[in-house]
């Protein structure tokens, strides 16, 4: 089964950067003690601030769907709804080599 990836673009209001980083550190934490399908889980910010990404790559389609349905991750997703500035873009992408 090939991997899948997925590039999370989250606009965070200038105010809410603390707080969202609060969240989402403890989501990365979870993932990455939990989730042994899911390869990758990194937060990148671009240079102005405010922009974050998560390149999100994981073992299979049946890793991204199973990530997805987590209680734990939809609750923190819910805490980060207030943070943002822009609806979160989801890219998903299909592993080739």
Do not use: W
């Amino acid at each position: 089964m090939a991997q899948v990836a997925t590039i999370v673009t989250l606009d965070i209001l200038p105010d809410k950067d603390a707080e969202f980083r609060s969240i989402i550190e403890a989501m990365i934490a979870d993932v990455r003690a939990n989730e042994p399908d899911t390869l990758l889980y990194c937060l990148t910010r671009d240079a102005e601030g405010g922009r974050y990404r998560m390149l999100e790559i994981y073992a299979s389609a049946d890793a991204a769907v199973a990530h997805g349905k987590r209680e734990t991750i939809r609750a923190r997703a819910r805490l980060i709804g207030p943070c943002l500035a822009t609806p979160v873009t989801i890219e998903k992408l299909e592993g080739i080599l």
